[in-house]
């Protein structure tokens, strides 16, 4: 069983900083792509930033581009995201999923190509 678990969310004021960890455990297959996505109260889910682990190529929605940074480490087990310059928009769960094959498809903002998803850590900026 896969399992993903993201640690680093809080209360931050506006201007701040924080790092999200998630945590991948239990991979049977195959790794493609490691994805953050974020869901504020009433709103849909939306994507945030993904990571191609074999080339390291990184994608970033346009309201997170120049303040948020997503990286991995070396034995491919954990996914960051750096969050600079924190705004009160940014506030949301944010969940981090794991896409296990490529598809075919070059859409990583899409939530359906992900195959699995942790439980989502809570992320508040206050004005």
């Known amino acids: 069983q896969v399992q993903l678990v993201e640690t680093g969310g809080g209360l931050v004021q506006a201007g701040g900083s924080l790092r999200l960890s998630c945590a991948v455990s239990g991979r049977t297959f195959s790794r493609y792509a490691m994805g953050w996505f974020r869901q504020a109260p009433g709103k849909e889910r939306e994507f945030v930033s993904a990571?191609?682990?074999?080339?390291?190529?990184?994608y970033y929605a346009d309201s997170v581009k120049g303040r948020f940074t997503i990286s991995g480490d070396n034995a491919k087990t954990t996914v960051y995201l750096q969050m600079n310059s924190l705004k009160p928009e940014d506030t949301a769960v944010y969940y981090c999923?794991?896409?296990?094959?490529?598809?075919?498809?070059?859409?990583?903002?899409?939530?359906?190509?992900?195959?699995?998803w942790g439980q989502g850590t809570q992320v508040t900026v206050s004005s």
């Open positions: 999923a794991d896409r296990t094959y490529y598809g075919g498809s070059y859409y990583f903002s899409d939530e359906n190509e992900y195959d699995y």
């Open positions: 990571l191609i682990w074999s080339a390291g190529s990184t």
